[in-house]
């Protein structure tokens, strides 16, 4: 039965308990408004894990001047009902003074990775993840954390963070979850108005057409920008952030692509105000 925690004393108590029974600790770490995507986390974790633990905490280091922070969709009765059924034994819900009080300085910063993409477009949104996932390892003391492929970004710059600062977690990387006409799971989707989610897929598509376009031999990043460009703007009225054509491992962006190289092909677009990313990896 899943049980409510709210203060770090009593959530790094129990998670201490767990560890010293021998059982394996999982986390799951979000920010709320739970979704298929969110549950799928839980459910991977809990193979992984004798006890799993969500956090739900949406994080205000990670949002930038004038993003989404006080919208951002926020119904706790809600989200503890689907986590409990998707599986979750300790649902961490940390106040903001509590994560971060009045004389609150520290902060986590991984350089390089967090330069281009989502970290160009959002200044020091990177350094809030880090931030409070660091936090959250220290308080939940999880031997694993799952997280999805649709913050591609992200999951590399954590994977290095954990192998730069030597945490003991052990990083598992979901898939993306998506609805039936592909749009990727967001818990950001409720923001689109009926117009804006019926052109919404077509974010999915162009990036099938680039991976398409890559099995059949097209190398040159420019390419596969532009088709995707021409046909994000003929099908929508999204307002296109980036398209990336870059390393999987180091996001570097590639001018051409390199024969069996992994290549990580994102984008960020607004609908109105609402930003949504996707992502494909492809195996040249």
Known sequence: MLEVVRS?????????????AGKQVGAVPTMGALHEGHLSLITLC????????????VNPTQFGVGEDFDRYPRDLERDTRRAAEAGTDFLFVPGRAMMYPAEYVTYVNVEKLTDGLEGRSRPGHFRGVTTVLAKLFHIVQPHVAVFGQKDAQQVAVIR????????DVRV?????????????MSSRNV???????A???VLYRSLRVAEDLIRGGERRSAVL??????????????????????DEENLEEL???????????????????TRLIDNIVVRS
């Open 172 to 184: 598992v990387i979901a898939p993306i979850v998506r609805e039936p006409d592909g749009l990727a």
């Open 225 to 246: 920008i532009e088709r995707m460009r021409e046909m994000i703007t003929a099908r929508s009225s999204g307002a296109i952030d980036y398209i990336s054509i870059a």
């Open 160 to 167: 290095r963070m954990v192998r730069d600062l030597n945490f």
């Open 46 to 57: 809990r193979r992984h894990a004798d006890v799993v633990v969500t956090t739900l905490f």
């Open 199 to 201: 052109e919404a897929p």
């Open 191 to 197: 923001f689109l108005t009926e117009q804006q989610r």
């Open 8 to 20: 770090i004393e009593e959530m790094q108590e129990k998670a201490s308990a767990v560890r010293a």
């Open 255 to 273: 001018p051409a692509i390199s024969e069996g190289s992994g290549v990580l092909v994102s984008l960020a677009v607004l609908f109105g105000t």
